[in-house]
């Protein structure tokens, strides 16, 4: 009998232990989920398309939002890439057959019309292989940015360092000096819809070609596009590089768009009155 007793004092012992911890684990759960679904703003960040892409959301369910749209920028990465050996570009590359994606259908009918639109001056097939580095990642960002606004979200920037698209008002975005000077041109605003676009030779000399001479583009140092779409954004601003300040600007003006040009003496021109030079 007392060993019976001693057997159900240390089992109750236990069980008075494992309650509590079993309440504690299930509040904890219950209080993370809540955190997610109410937490109103979020920060994510990953390295992709070759640089570091930053999404910020605002709102409900933050956290979740802005790992999916960093999600759906690597998935379009693994389509895009030409590096990637499985990608779809690379497959296209090595004359493979088939079946190709509708978002890899449509970035080369995009292609396409700015190179029509350019006269030549942007051409992803430049070379006899397909390159997508000039559309690739401003269409991802574009396809990010549709995502979270079917979620519902009403603010947000995705921001892949040469492209951004935002959700919502008075996004501030520094417009970086490519005259060998320390610090920014200035700063604009991106509000709602906006997408910006920047080309430049600062970070990777000589990688701009112009594809009708097969030289390095060099009538520029800079150029700033802020379009309604950030894919065309992307290819805007490179074949505006490309083109130079001159045919640059009637490119853009065609497509109502505007453009902060740096060109190659240092000299600014923009189509929209850009302040704090």
């Known amino acids: 009998m007392l060993n019976q007793s001693r057997y159900y004092i240390i089992l109750g012992m236990k069980n008075r232990l494992v309650y509590p911890l079993i309440i504690f684990i299930l509040l904890a759960i219950v209080l993370g989920v809540i955190y997610t679904r109410f937490i109103f703003s979020s920060e ?22 802005a790992r999916q749209a960093l999600e759906e920028i690597k998935r379009l990465d693994t389509l ?29 009918k995009a292609a396409a019309s700015i190179k029509q639109l350019s006269r030549g001056a942007f051409d992803v097939s430049f070379g006899g292989t397909i390159d997508l580095g000039g559309i690739g990642k401003g269409y991802a960002v574009e396809s990010a940015r549709r995502l979270l606004l079917k ?25 970086k000096d490519p005259r060998g000077k320390q610090g920014l041109l200035g700063i604009v605003i991106l509000n709602d819809g906006d997408a910006l676009s920047t080309s430049a030779q600062y970070e990777q000399p000589d990688h701009i070609i112009d594809p009708r001479t097969g030289k390095p583009a060099d009538k520029c ?12 954004a992307d290819a805007i601003s490179t074949a505006v590089f490309v ?14 768009i505007k453009t902060i040009i740096v060109n190659r003496t240092g000299s ?9 030079r």
Not at 154 to 172: E, P
Not at 222 to 232: E, K, N
Not at 268 to 276: A, Q, R, S
Request: net charge positive; no cysteine; aromatic share 6%.
């Open 44 to 65: 994510k960040t990953a390295y992709m398309m070759g640089t570091t892409v930053r999404v910020k959301v605002n709102g409900r369910n933050a956290p979740y939002l």
């Open 80 to 108: 895009f890439s030409r590096l990637k050996k499985n990608s779809e570009i690379s497959k296209l590359n090595r004359g493979l057959r088939f079946t190709v994606s509708k978002d890899t259908v449509n970035v080369l």
């Open 151 to 175: 979620k519902g979200v009403k603010s947000a920037i995705i921001d892949a360092h040469s492209s951004i698209a935002v959700i919502g008002d008075d996004w501030r975005i520094g417009v």
């Open 221 to 232: 140092l800079s150029v700033t596009v802020i379009a309604r779409d950030a894919g065309l």
């Open 243 to 256: 083109l130079g300040p001159d045919e640059g600007m009637k490119l853009t003006k065609k497509l109502s």
């Open 268 to 276: 600014i021109h923009d189509n929209f009155g850009f302040k704090l």
